[in-house]
């Protein structure tokens, strides 16, 4: 059966480890959520102190069939609201 993926971007403290944000991702995605990996973590000119921004690959597959738009979205949406709550974070995709 095939996978979607989506990319999920957020720009937050950097206190937060991305294990933190991985296990909150993987929590708010069941049953959909696949597997979820860290892509890219950068601090720098571009953001304010204390600020980091790191983006994350979701992979979302449903055993029986195969997985629609509709049924990722609002899962995926869980998934941005979960970190809004849980860090403060600042989504950008």
Same mark, same amino acid.
């Given at each position: 059966? &095939? ?10 403290? %950097?206190?937060?480890?991305? #294990? %933190?944000?991985? !296990?909150?991702? /993987?929590?708010?995605?069941? &049953? @959909?959520? +696949? /597997?979820?990996?860290? *892509? ?7 953001? !304010?102190?204390? @600020?980091?921004?790191? #983006? ?12 629609? +738009?509709?049924?990722?979205? &609002? ?5 941005? *609201?979960? *970190?809004?709550?849980?860090? /403060? #974070?600042? @989504?950008? !995709?």
């Amino acid at each position: 059966v &095939p996978f979607m993926e989506r990319d999920i971007s957020l720009i937050l403290s %950097e206190s937060y480890t991305s #294990a %933190e944000i991985i !296990s909150i991702i /993987k929590k708010a995605g069941k &049953p @959909l959520l +696949e /597997k979820v990996e860290l *892509l890219d973590r950068y601090e720098g000119e571009n953001l !304010s102190e204390g @600020l980091v921004s790191q #983006a994350f690959r979701i992979r979302y597959r449903k055993i029986d069939s195969t997985l629609t +738009e509709e049924e990722i979205n &609002p899962t995926h949406e869980k998934i941005r *609201l979960s *970190l809004e709550k849980k860090f /403060k #974070a600042n @989504l950008r !995709s």
